[in-house]
Every structure is written in structure tokens, then in C-alpha cells.
């Protein structure tokens, strides 16, 4: 996104460089008060070259200075180009004020009020570090008007008379960043205005790392048509039709971002999202590929499924089209999802498990072009929700099914990478459980193997399939999550043979919760939590569905020793049902009380 922003507040005279100079920070000493930043070194480094190589005057970048040297260099003279790279602060005080900005020492931030000391402005300036460029609705305004937020870097920048500037709104995954200011780079140095170099930013870091969301983390202010090397001569239509297609492409990845911060707007959001497409009209009767793209990615992403399953369908159907192939993905990933979402409504049962035969068949026509774990993922999940529309056993073959899918993700990505994946893997036992609650024998077989591994020996760290340790320690989403995962797969396991007393449920899901409540406090988007409910309510879901099943095969069998065997099966069943339940209602309640 590149926001343009209308303002009284101004500086009424800026002195740009006219020569082509650069200062690049990275990483600045704090004596011992933050940890190192490798990656942020390693970014300096890296932009410091290039921009060196494109002809910009430039020391080398400075690794790690002490405060002094990185104010003596931001003072000594005009640069039109700032990059820094380190830790960033954003933190209330008491008193109700807000302390923010960039650390350059120990107890020494880069805040708007220090950079207002130069008498010239770089044109373009990009700051890497987490929680920086941040306004929150829900902040009370300081000096009575929140659009005066002195702490907001970003747009304090432009006041100043930047034209361009780059700010990161929260932590990013430092391979990620590293692809997305590179790109940024080099497009801004071929001569691409800001708002194109920003989007082909986007779509670079998103392509390459689509698990993490770094892509959307980055906040853009200023002119979306500034460039490094001047205007091109364009006639006048052709520029105002391009501004008006580039604001739209800006609007759209700007509610991308906040749909990843704030889930308390998700209704206001979806709001501006269908106005934003009332406007679009004419671009979506021209069949305006890359925009089409951008509409389908937002209500994916806000969760507004039908919506972004027709608008991707539309682009895959069209003539001429461009887009990215992980789009063909991501439809067939919330073709499944929305069909889960109409079978628990319960009128829609029909239509829901044709959408599923959809996403199995457009995963299998993936397939037949690549193979890749992602896509075997896809056809697991798509089959193990399907496994819920169906009985019996046919509900048993097609969890089984599932499993063998996730497990051949998993054994595709260790392949390949020689590292584990959590999602495939968890997704691959949890459900072979599942199966073996169905009445798969295989299932059983398989399970019993790694009953006493995983509940005596810890079979996740001896066998390096996840690291517990760094896990239970982590501040990040989805670490915490995959612990949280795990927690579940062996309450699971052990309770599959085990009755889960009443009195045990609350006991044994503390744990669980809490873990999963902690990931949210750290962090996590409406849809990242939605991923993490709707497996649970699944989960819920199919336990109900098999102790139906078995329900019925105890009504209808005669000998004795089937009666007590399902009898005791129905116990445990019942027990894990409660649990699951349980952490449901718990988790859901704690989402409400967040937004």
C-alpha cells in the first residue's frame, strides 16, 4: 500500500540532495540492551552493495554503530536515499504518551522530532524493524488530534518533506525481508515509479514465502508515481488511467495489510472492500487480470469465501489472463474451506460436498503439473473435510486417505529440504488417529508404533520432528501454534484407549488453550485464528460424527464382546468430544473478547 496523506502540518521549505548519495544503517550497537540482528546486518550489507553498484555515492554501510557515529553520519550531509535496518520501539507510558522509533543506542531512539533537525530531507527513506509506522484505531490521541501521533514515523517522514518512505508495521521474518527490500531495490533503480516497485515487492516476498506475512507487514507513504530517474513521457490519458488503476491495486493491498493487524475491523473492512469493488466496474467488465487477482485475494483473505472463490474462478476463466500460479492454490484451498463453512450451516449439505469434489479434482489437476507438498496439503485437507459429509465406511477409508496424503507432504518436503514441515506432518497424525477412531485397522497399527515413542520418549525431539524446547520458549505464531498442535495430537492419542473422566477435561485442556492464547496475544490475523478455530471445530465435529457411527454398530451388533469393546470405544470417544468442546468454547470466547 501507498497511502497519500492530506495534512496541515508541514514543512514549508525542504532542501533535497541533487546528488546521487546514500547512507545505509544497519544493526546500530545498543550495549548489550537488545540481541543482535544478523539478518539486519546482513540487509544492510546487501542494499549497501547494490545501490553502490547503481552508481550511488556511499561509505560502506555502517554495522552496528554506536550512536555517535550513526548521528555524525545522518547529519554530515544530504543523502538522497536513507536505509536503516535494527530494532524498533513502540510502547505507551504512563503518562499516556507513546515512545517510538528506531533504536540507535542503548537508551536512544531515531524519532520524528530528531530527524526534523536536518535541514534536507532524503527523497526516499526505508526503516526495517518491527513495530514501527504504527496507528492503532483504538489509541487515545495525544495532544488532542491522533492524526498529530508525533510518533508515527512514517507519516512524521513525509511531513518533513520525504517523498517516498518504507516502514515496516510489525515483525518480519528476516529472509522475507530480505526479498522484499531487494526487489524494492532494484525496481526503484531501474526506473519504477514507488507504488509499482512496492507491489512488485509484495508479490516477490509473498511468492517465495507465502506462510509468513511479511509481505503485507511493510507501510508505504508518499507519492506513488516518484521514481529515482525522473518521469517518463507518457501522454496525459495513459498516466491518469494507469494512477487510477495503481490507487485501486493500493487501496486493496492496503486493506490486505490491516485485515493482518486488526481483527476488530473485520466488519468494517468487508465494508470498505465491497465499495472498493463497486468502484471497480469497468476494470473488472475489461477483465483487468491483476486486478481481478488483487479483489480475490481480499475477500480471501477477510473470509468472505464465496465472494473470493468467484472472483478467482472468473480469473482462471479468462482469456489472456495473468496471474500467479499459487493462486490456483489458494482457490482450491478456499473452495474447501467454504464448503465446510456451508455443511456446518446445515441447509447447504449438497452443495457443500460438491465444492469439496471441486477442490479435490482442481488439487489433482495441480498435481498432474507438479508435485509439490503444498498441493498434496491441499488434497489432504480437501479429503479430510470430506471425510465428515460421508458415513461409516466410507468415512474410514477417506480419513485414511488423508493421512497418506499429509504423510506424503511431509516425506516430500523432508526430501527436498531435509527439514521436517509442522503443518503436513501434525495434519498426518492427528488424522491417523482420527482414522484409527473410525475403525481403521491400519491406522491402529501405525499408531500403536508410536504410542509409547510419543507419550514416553518424546518422539518429537528425539526424532527431531519438532523442536519442543525452541517451541515452548517462542514468541512467534506459529511456533506457539504448532506446540499448541501438538499438545492436541497427544491428548488424542493417549485418550483414544483411555477414558477422559470428567473431571480430567478442564485439566487436560489447560494446557492447550493456554498455549494457543498465548500465540494470539503474540500476534495472529482474523484469518490466522480462524484457521486455528475451524480446525478445532472440525475436530469437534468428526469425533461427534464417529460416535454416531458407532452409536449405530452398537445398536445393531449381538455378540457380547463387540457390544463391550464399542461400549468402551464410545467412552473415550465421548471423553475426547467434551474435551474438544471444551477448548472450542474456551478459544472462541477469547477471540470475542480480543476484537
Known amino acids: 500500500m501507498v497511502r497519500q496523506l492530506v495534512t496541515a502540518n508541514y514543512r514549508a521549505e525542504v532542501k533535497a540532495s541533487l546528488q546521487q548519495t546514500a547512507l545505509v544503517i544497519g544493526d546500530p550497537d545498543n550495549n548489550g540492551a537488545y540481541i ?62 507513546v515512545r517510538a522509533g528506531m533504536v540507535l543506542g542503548e537508551k536512544t531512539l531515531l524519532t520524528p522530532a530528531l530527524i526534523a533537525q536536518k535541514t534536507s530531507m532524503p527523497d526516499l527513506v526505508f526503516v526495517n524493524c518491527c513495530f514501527l509506522g504504527r496507528i492503532e484505531p483504538g489509541d487515545e490521541p495525544i495532544n488532542g488530534s491522533q492524526h498529530k501521533l508525533a510518533a508515527n514515523l512514517g507519516t512524521q517522514l513525509i511531513r518533513q518533506g520525504a517523498r517516498a518512505v518504507v516502514v515496516a508495521g510489525w515483525a518480519v521474518n528476516d529472509d522475507a525481508a530480505k526479498i522484499f527490500a ?36 511493510y507501510q508505504c507513504y508518499g507519492d506513488p508515481f516518484f521514481t529515482l530517474k525522473g518521469s517518463s513521457r507518457r501522454n496525459r490519458r495513459e498516466i491518469s488511467r494507469q494512477s487510477d488503476r495503481m490507487e485501486v491495486i493500493i487501496a486493496l493491498e492496503n486493506l490486505i495489510s490491516k485485515s493482518k493487524v486488526y481483527t476488530r475491523n473485520q466488519i468494517t473492512l468487508s465494508t470498505q472492500l465491497d465499495l472498493i469493488v463497486n468502484e471497480l466496474a469497468d476494470h473488472l467488465r475489461e ?73 479435490i479434482a482442481g488439487t489433482q489437476h495441480l498435481l498432474n503439473l507438479e508435485v509439490t507438498s503444498e498441493r498434496l496439503s491441499l488434497w489432504g485437507s480437501a479429503l479430510k473435510r470430506k471425510a465428515l459429509t460421508v458415513t461409516g465406511t466410507q468415512r474410514k477409508s477417506t480419513l485414511m486417505e488423508a493421512a497418506h496424503k499429509y504423510k506424503e507432504a511431509h516425506d516430500l518436503h523432508r526430501n ?180
Not at 197 to 216: E, I, L, M, Q
Not at 294 to 307: N, P, R, S
Request: zero cysteines; charged letters at 30%; hydrophobic letters at 35%.
Open 36 to 97: 543482535p540482528l544478523p539478518a539486519a546486518q546482513e540487509e544492510a550489507r546487501l542494499v549497501g552493495d547494490l545501490l553502490s553498484k547503481n552508481g550511488y555515492d556511499l561509505e560502506p554501510p555502517l554495522i552496528q554503530p554506536t550512536f555517535k557515529e550513526s548521528l555524525e553520519a545522518l547529519f554530515q550531509k544530504p543523502y538522497r536515499i536513507l536505509h536503516l535496518a535494527g530494532h524498533g520501539i513502540y510502547e505507551k507510558l504512563s503518562n499516556k504518551s
Open 182 to 217: 531487494i526487489t524494492f531495490y532494484e525496481s526503484m533503480l531501474r526506473g519504477m515509479n514507488f507504488g509499482a516497485s512496492v507491489h512488485r515487492a509484495r508479490k516477490a516476498t509473498y511468492y517465495n514465502y507465502p506462510d509468513f506475512n511479511t509481505w503485507g507487514a
Open 287 to 359: 477483465n483487468d487480470s491483476e486486478i481481478m487477482e488483487a479483489v480475490a485475494t481480499a475477500y480471501g483473505e477477510l473470509l468472505i469465501l464465496d465472494k473470493a472463490v468467484e472472483y478467482f474462478d472468473r480469473l482462471r476463466t479468462m482469456e489472456k489472463s495473468h496471474y500467479q500460479v499459487r493462486s490456483l492454490e489458494v482457490v482450491e484451498n478456499l473452495r474447501s474451506r467454504l464448503a465446510i463453512q456451508l455443511y456446518f450451516k446445515g441447509d447447504q449439505e449438497e452443495k457443500a460436498k460438491q465444492l469439496l469434489e471441486d477442490a
Open 416 to 595: 527436498n529440504t531435509a527439514r521436517h514441515s509442522d503443518y503436513p506432518m501434525i495434519n498426518w497424525l492427528r488424522t491417523q488417529v482420527l482414522a484409527e477412531l473410525a475403525g481403521s485397522k491400519e491406522a491402529k497399527d501405525a499408531n500403536d508404533l508410536l504410542t509409547k515413542e510419543v507419550l514416553e520418549q518424546d518422539y518429537y525431539h528425539n526424532s527431531k520432528l519438532v523442536d519442543t524446547d525452541k517451541l515452548a520458549q517462542s514468541n512467534n505464531f506459529w511456533d506457539l501454534n504448532a506446540f499448541a498442535d501438538k499438545q492436541l495430537y497427544e491428548l488424542l492419542l493417549r485418550y483414544r484407549y483411555e477414558k477422559l473422566q470428567p473431571g480430567q477435561i478442564r485439566q487436560r485442556s489447560k494446557s492447550i488453550i493456554d498455549t494457543y492464547q498465548r500465540a494470539w496475544q503474540v500476534s495472529g490475523s482474523f484469518k490466522e485464528r480462524d484457521s486455528v478455530l475451524g480446525e478445532i471445530r472440525f475436530l469437534k465435529a468428526i469425533l461427534e460424527a464417529i460416535t454416531k457411527d458407532k452409536e449405530q454398530s452398537l445398536a445393531r451388533t449381538k455378540k457380547a464382546a463387540t457390544k463391550k469393546d464399542l461400549g468402551q470405544l464410545l467412552d473415550n470417544l465421548r471423553g475426547l468430544r467434551e474435551a474438544l468442546k471444551y477448548i472450542f468454547e474456551q478459544l472462541t470466547q477469547f477471540q470475542e473478547k480480543k476484537q
